[in-house]
């Protein structure tokens, strides 16, 4: 009996030691691991807007890490000896030998409804004085684009409120336009119009300023805010004298914001401007930590950086939500060379561009979009009914018209018809004229188009179109209501519609018509 109880009672001591060893050992393992997430380096060297740091061997690519001070690093290059971090804050607080602490997390940015209306950079770190962001939400900054199969196809029109583009290259919800040219020629007007005409459509735009002078964006935010759009928009600021690598993460960051929208079932129209500025930003942190350059001395990624950039822009399928990132990446081009790297990289990445020409920016022609350098691509199935049946055939009968009006300037001897055809031409050039933040409902578009087209404004002086064309949105307005509201909502344009625009456009410019006999009296 005493041997037995032995047995037992050492039994027992020894399950009990296991226990216990087992015990210490899952403690060890999670002090262990607690200690490898919090893992602590130091700085071996701090240049311009990077640094070296040592100590971190089980860090991530991409993840962020902590300097002394708060300030904020994102782990660029992963080598054996060291890492190599690009600094989200200014370099001079940063000193070697100074500790860097993993945060165990990539870098992401908060999203939701309480960053409508706010100005913010592209870590969500508020920069409009109206206190911090109120969000519930964080998503990372890069995120993979949605597959194939959880796309839809792109269905709806995106209106820019501007003739040109609505009728001859027009786009569509989830769509990726680039708009392109040379300094100064209205790229950021186009862009700027095209949010201002969203206001009465529900879509929320996302304006991303990379590497801009902090005036111009300051005077793109008072635009927003004069015409009432603000609300509805969220403005993300990484200018010029930002580090580049808050410069690098900006469009990352302004897309994430918006994709939170987007699978919500909710449409969202996000402006790139531009991406130059992004693929300089890029090259400088890649050179300052000696990644091999490539083609005209960028990284040889550079394709990729803007080809993982774009394709999230999508229209997503119903059972997904249904929501569409429409987006506009704009570029410069330097005299007119849209065949240089970073152009052809964005033009074969996106689904057509928008070329703003210097020569017409010149002439006086705003907006100054090329047309027979210009193409969408997806857009011309997304388009209005009533656009196809009054400028279906305009954009080729206008790039023939530029043509034949430079054959014309050599004092050739013309004949009445080519004489018709360029008056008509000069015409629809006038028509095709627009201020900027003077963004046009669809209706008044096709009112436009059709009074050029159907030939009513034939007898009235190419100086004094502009001044009919006003006074014929008007009258359309004022006695069609019911005939604009069905071509809004995606009506056809009946011949019988077609009619009754046209007597209203010919009652309206009648003052303005000069006969050929009263322009030879004078």
Same mark, same amino acid.
């Given at each position: 009996?005493?041997?037995?109880?032995?047995?037992?009672?050492?039994?027992?001591?020894?399950?009990?030691?296991?226990?216990?060893?087992?015990?210490?050992?899952?403690?060890?393992?999670?002090?262990?691991?607690?200690?490898?997430?919090?893992?602590?380096?130091?700085?071996?060297?701090?240049?311009?807007?990077?640094?070296?740091?040592?100590?971190?061997?089980?860090?991530?690519?991409?993840?962020?890490?902590?300097?002394?001070?708060?300030?904020?690093?994102?782990?660029?290059?992963?080598?054996?000896?060291?890492?190599?971090?690009?600094?989200?804050?200014?370099?001079?607080?940063?000193?070697?030998?100074?500790?860097?602490?993993?945060?165990?997390?990539?870098?992401?940015?908060?999203?939701?409804?309480?960053?409508?209306?706010?100005?913010?950079?592209?870590?969500?770190?508020?920069?409009?004085?109206?206190?911090?962001?109120?969000?519930?939400?964080?998503?990372?900054?890069?995120?993979?684009?949605?597959?194939?199969?959880?796309?839809?196809?792109?269905?709806?029109?995106?209106?820019?409120?501007?003739?040109?583009?609505?009728?001859?290259?027009?786009?569509?919800?989830?769509?990726?336009?680039?708009?392109?040219?040379?300094?100064?020629?209205?790229?950021?007007?186009?862009?700027?119009?095209?949010?201002?005409?969203?206001?009465?459509?529900?879509?929320?735009?996302?304006?991303?300023?990379?590497?801009?002078?902090?005036?111009?964006?300051?005077?793109?935010?008072?635009?927003?805010?004069?015409?009432?759009?603000?609300?509805?928009?969220?403005?993300?600021?990484?200018?010029?004298?930002?580090?580049?690598?808050?410069?690098?993460?900006?469009?990352?960051?302004?897309?994430?914001?918006?994709?939170?929208?987007?699978?919500?079932?909710?449409?969202?129209?996000?402006?790139?401007?531009?991406?130059?500025?992004?693929?300089?930003?890029?090259?400088?942190?890649?050179?300052?930590?000696?990644?091999?350059?490539?083609?005209?001395?960028?990284?040889?990624?550079?394709?990729?950086?803007?080809? &993982?950039? !774009? *394709? @999230?822009?999508?229209?997503? $399928?119903?059972? /997904?939500?249904? +929501?569409?990132?429409?987006? #506009?990446?704009?570029?410069?081009?330097?005299?007119?060379?849209?065949?240089?790297?970073?152009?052809?990289?964005?033009?074969?990445?996106?689904?057509?561009?928008?070329?703003?020409?210097?020569?017409?920016?010149?002439?006086?022609?705003?907006?100054?979009?090329?047309?027979?350098?210009?193409?969408?691509?997806?857009?011309?199935?997304?388009?209005?009914?009533?656009?196809?049946?009054?400028?279906?055939?305009?954009?080729?009968?206008?790039?023939?018209?530029?043509?034949?009006?430079?054959?014309?300037?050599?004092?050739?001897?013309?004949?009445?018809?080519?004489? &018709?055809? !360029? *008056? @008509?031409?000069?015409?629809? $050039?006038?028509? /095709?004229?627009? +201020?900027?933040?003077?963004? #046009?409902?669809?209706?008044?578009?096709?009112?436009?188009?059709?009074?050029?087209?159907?030939?009513?404004?034939?007898?009235?002086?190419?100086?004094?179109?502009?001044?009919?064309?006003?006074?014929?949105?008007?009258?359309?307005?004022?006695?069609?209501?019911?005939?604009?509201?069905?071509?809004?909502?995606?009506?056809?344009?009946?011949?019988?519609?077609?009619?009754?625009?046209?007597?209203?456009?010919?009652?309206?410019?009648?003052?303005?018509?000069?006969?050929?006999?009263?322009?030879?009296?004078?």
């Amino acid at each position: 009996m005493n041997e037995q109880a032995k047995k037992t009672e050492s039994k027992e001591l020894s399950d009990f030691l296991d226990d216990t060893f087992d015990t210490m050992e899952k403690v060890l393992d999670e002090q262990s691991a607690e200690l490898r997430q919090y893992e602590v380096g130091t700085v071996q060297f701090v240049g311009r807007d990077i640094a070296r740091v040592s100590g971190l061997p089980n860090i991530r690519a991409e993840e962020l890490v902590r300097f002394s001070g708060n300030y904020m690093g994102l782990v660029f290059n992963i080598d054996p000896k060291e890492i190599g971090v690009v600094l989200l804050d200014p370099s001079e607080n940063i000193q070697v030998g100074s500790e860097v602490h993993r945060t165990k997390r990539v870098l992401d940015v908060p999203v939701g409804e309480g960053l409508l209306g706010r100005v913010v950079d592209p870590i969500g770190r508020p920069l409009d004085g109206l206190g911090e962001v109120n969000t519930v939400m964080r998503l990372p900054v890069e995120r993979p684009a949605p597959a194939v199969m959880d796309r839809a196809p792109v269905t709806v029109p995106l209106q820019t409120g501007t003739k040109v583009i609505d009728a001859l290259i027009p786009i569509g919800r989830g769509q990726r336009e680039l708009i392109l040219g040379d300094r100064q020629t209205g790229k950021t007007a186009i862009a700027v119009d095209t949010i201002i005409n969203q206001k009465e459509t529900g879509i929320i735009s996302i304006y991303c300023a990379i590497g801009k002078k902090s005036a111009d964006v300051a005077k793109v935010i008072a635009e927003l805010r004069d015409h009432g759009v603000m609300g509805q928009c969220i403005v993300v600021v990484a200018t010029g004298e930002d580090t580049p690598g808050l410069q690098f993460i900006a469009p990352y960051a302004a897309t994430s914001m918006g994709e939170y929208f987007t699978e919500q079932g909710r449409d969202v129209l996000i402006v790139y401007d531009d991406l130059t500025s992004h693929a300089r930003a890029y090259r400088e942190v890649s050179l300052l930590l000696r990644r091999p350059p490539g083609r005209e001395a960028f990284p040889g990624d550079i394709f990729y950086i803007h080809s &993982r950039l !774009l *394709e @999230r822009s999508t229209h997503l $399928r119903p059972e /997904l939500g249904g +929501g569409s990132l429409t987006s #506009l990446p704009i570029v410069e081009t330097e005299a007119q060379d849209m065949s240089s790297y970073i152009p052809t990289n964005l033009i074969s990445i996106t689904d057509g561009q928008i070329y703003l020409s210097p020569v017409l920016f010149n002439k006086g022609i705003l907006p100054a979009v090329d047309v027979g350098k210009s193409v969408s691509r997806v857009g011309g199935k997304t388009q209005l009914p009533a656009y196809r049946s009054v400028a279906g055939d305009l954009r080729l009968s206008y790039s023939q018209f530029e043509e034949l009006e430079s054959f014309s300037r050599f004092g050739t001897r013309l004949d009445d018809s080519t004489r &018709r055809t !360029l *008056e @008509r031409g000069w015409r629809v $050039r006038e028509v /095709l004229k627009q +201020g900027q933040y003077k963004p #046009l409902r669809a209706s008044e578009q096709i009112a436009c188009l059709l009074s050029v087209t159907g030939g009513t404004l034939d007898l009235v002086p190419t100086e004094k179109v502009r001044e009919a064309e006003d006074h014929v949105l008007t009258a359309v307005n004022s006695d069609l209501r019911d005939l604009c509201s069905r071509i809004e909502s995606g009506g056809k344009l009946e011949i019988s519609d077609r009619d009754l625009i046209l007597d209203e456009i010919r009652k309206t410019v009648k003052p303005y018509e000069v006969t050929e006999e009263a322009d030879a009296n004078n």
